[in-house]
């Protein structure tokens, strides 16, 4: 798999770029909301990809975030959810936005965007709920945040990682540290 490119940006067409690396030219299809960061032509660019197999085309997609290509891949994953479709999303909102309205089962906000109807608006609530992170504006992330990863990278569930988090009481002036202690010592909490 091809999971990222560095190389010379040799073309533009919306929604796809040609990067030159060492030679070989890769076709990438990039949210529109990366060509407001592209360089002029011949400028160094770096790229996260998904590599996707389709029948019989192979198509390269590519994110100036790694973010952006997570929330591409979960989206990929919801059935009805083409990566035409997860591209688009991706290119009209932040994952934060969508996050947020996707936790509050807001499908009322998720059906405005292009494409997106009020079936695949409520698929996508049932579908993703849980399974995306809320990034910090500003890409810092918190304790509480970095907490959060750690509890599911020990295994536990997104709702019962966010769960335990809660338990721990106020993250104000805690470090991750202290907070995943606390979070851990409430699981034999009755």
Do not use: C, H
């Amino acid at each position: 798999m091809i999971g990222s490119l560095r190389g010379s940006l040799a073309a533009v067409e919306p929604p796809v770029i040609l990067l030159e690396v060492r030679g070989v030219g890769f076709e990438l299809q990039l949210p529109l909301s990366d060509f407001s960061e592209l360089p002029p032509l011949g400028g160094d660019v770096a790229v996260a990809t998904q590599l996707l197999q389709r029948d019989d085309e192979l198509a390269l997609y590519g994110f100036r975030k790694s973010a952006d290509r997570a929330w591409f891949r979960e989206l990929i994953r919801v059935p009805g959810i083409g990566p035409k479709l997860a591209l688009n999303i991706v290119s009209q909102t932040s994952v934060a936005e969508f996050a947020e309205q996707v936790q509050a089962g807001d499908a009322k906000a998720l059906a405005r965007l292009p494409g997106i109807g009020p079936k695949t608006a409520s698929r996508l609530i049932v579908e993703l709920r849980g399974r995306l992170e809320q990034e910090p504006a500003g890409g810092e992330q918190s304790a509480s945040s970095l907490t959060l990863k750690a509890l599911i990278g020990l295994g536990y569930s997104p709702v019962e990682a966010r769960r335990l988090l809660k338990q721990a009481g106020n993250p104000a002036g805690r470090d991750v540290e202290e907070l995943l202690r606390l979070a851990l010592g409430s699981v034999d909490a009755p």
